[in-house]
């Protein structure tokens, strides 16, 4: 770490105490981005980074709930509203028991980069809460989310900040949140998305983000002239995002042979394709958060508390949470001749572990770039609803993939080493951050 990089982020660390998550994204942008400012001073003497890692406004709020036996129950919701310099907030809401400051903070400020990558009008936030989706019946659920709106409307709107799905929060919740506003707003509009399709949902929606990780690998083995049909692939996670991830890289011809979950991973060597694939479904939808049924479903192996980082593959998308594979795993990857990692979760990777892809010459996407389809099509789904009309799935799913291509060139241009290895962390990162830079200047001090 160079010494402005250590003194900036001596300052992070003082302002924020004990928010490592947070520090962690922090320092990734950090490093890139310093030396990039030093070549740029115009950026340093409008102190832009440190603009940027200040979020604009940080909401927390009480989120007070009854079960079915009518007991009483208080989460904590959250809305950090990080950067409105390109467009409205966006980003995401997570209900899960880990939620807290630092790592909402963390995806906030992600996302300020990522949005900006996607080449659309979008600014960054993001939200959630501490609730524990796990074991609850819908009722429950309907009960948390309606009390979570009664809050967060007030805050957020089509034109200002516009929430969407992230982990513990799918279809059936955005149903939920946005009854709930459309009630006291007495406004049907586009203020969430990741909506139903019978209800100005986009089509795609649901498989954006793993198709677009997917497309971002794929347009990385281009640059090697490789591809991943006859690949094997490790996927983590069995949510959303490993669920797209999964089908395209099974249509591409590819066979996927792990998904994972809090209790261990499956490895299924015939692949995971048609029907196993519709059963990951099933398995989400038993709020129970366990791999370990398709095992028994399908006659395959399952390693109790392990992740799927041991088994040798040639591909690696980690699609579940951040900081699921350390440097001992990224090791064992390596030496098992991995070619591939494209981040599907936020940040799933340490620092340590994306250091030894790096030096492996591995080819490596940060989350921020290759999970930025999932986003994307959000503001599809923003623009469908501005105009009032549907786009068919093709014409969703073919500007997916223009996006992706085109943040796959916007990584390249500026993350290409003098050796020719793309340092795609460098690349994501002053892409992003030079189109939020520039419109922050463009508004004055602000
Ligand atoms: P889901 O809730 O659908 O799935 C999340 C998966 O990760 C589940 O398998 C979940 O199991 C597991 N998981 C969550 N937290 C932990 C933990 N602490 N330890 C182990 N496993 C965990 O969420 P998504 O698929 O939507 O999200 C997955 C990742 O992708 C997240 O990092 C999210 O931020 C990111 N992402 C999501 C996008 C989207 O559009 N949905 C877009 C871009 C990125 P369990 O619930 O049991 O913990
Ligand atoms: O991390 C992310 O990009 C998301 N969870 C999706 C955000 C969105 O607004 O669609």
Redesign the pocket.
């Known amino acids: 770490m160079t010494d402005k990089v250590n003194k900036f982020m001596e300052g992070v660390i003082a302002r924020n105490v004990g928010e490592k998550e947070f520090h962690q994204a922090v320092l990734e942008v950090a490093e890139v981005i310093i030396p990039f400012i030093e070549e740029n001073p115009v950026y340093a003497d409008a102190k832009i980074l440190e603009r940027l890692v200040e979020p604009e406004r940080a909401i927390t709020f009480r989120v007070p709930w009854q079960d079915d036996k009518g007991g009483y129950h208080i989460n904590r919701g959250y809305r950090i509203e990080f950067n409105s310099a390109i467009g409205p907030y966006k980003g ?1 809401l ?1 209900f ?1 028991p ?1 939620v807290n400051l630092s790592i909402l903070k963390f ?1 906030g400020f992600e996302q300020i980069l ?1 949005n900006s990558l996607t080449t659309l009008p979008m600014g960054g936030g993001k939200g959630g809460s501490d609730f524990n ?2 074991g609850k019946s819908d009722n429950e659920i309907m009960r948390f989310c309606q009390s979570f709106m009664s809050e967060l409307f007030r805050h957020i709107g089509p034109n200002t900040d516009v929430p ?7 279809g059936r919740e955005i149903g939920f949140l946005f009854g709930q506003y459309k009630r006291l707003r007495n406004e049907f509009t586009g203020v969430l998305t ?1 909506k139903g399709r019978e209800w100005g949902g986009s089509l795609m ?1 649901p498989e ?3 198709f677009g990780n997917v497309y971002f690998s794929q347009e990385m083995l281009a640059t090697k002239g490789d591809s991943f049909k006859g690949k094997t692939v490790a996927v ?9 991830a999964v089908i395209k890289a099974t249509q591409l011809g590819a066979k996927v042979v792990t ?5 261990g991973y499956i490895f299924d060597p015939n692949g995971i394709s048609e029907d196993k694939i519709d059963y990951m479904l099933e398995l ?1 939808a038993t709020n ?4 370990q049924p398709y095992a028994k479903e399908f006659g395959v192996e399952f390693f109790a508390g392990k992740r799927p980082w041991e088994q040798k593959v040639d591909i690696a998308l980690p ?4 900081n ?1 594979l350390n440097e001992e795993d990224a090791k064992k990857l390596v030496s098992n001749g991995v070619i591939c990692v494209g981040e ?5 990777c340490t620092p340590e572990a994306i250091e030894v892809f790096q030096k492996a010459k591995v080819l490596f996407s940060p ?1 921020k770039a290759s ?5 994307a ?2 503001g599809l789904e923003m623009s469908q609803n501005s105009i009032r009309y549907n786009w068919s799935a093709e014409e969703v799913d073919q500007k997916l993939h223009v996006i992706m291509k085109d943040i796959h060139e916007a990584c390249k241009k500026y993350g290409t080493e003098k050796d020719g290895y793309v340092n795609y962390v460098k690349g994501a990162n002053i892409a992003g951050f030079v189109k939020v830079a520039d419109a922050m200047l463009a508004q004055g001090l602000v």
């Open positions: 995401g997570r899960h880990s995806l990522k989706p796990k969407a799905g992230d982990i513990g929060v799918g990741g929606r954006a983000t793993g983590s996670g069995f949510g959303n995002v490993a669920w797209g998904i994972s979950g809090p209790d989400r129970n958060d366990i791999v699609c579940a949470t951040q699921e599907g979760a936020n940040m799933p989350g999970n930025a389809g999932g986003v099509v959000s």
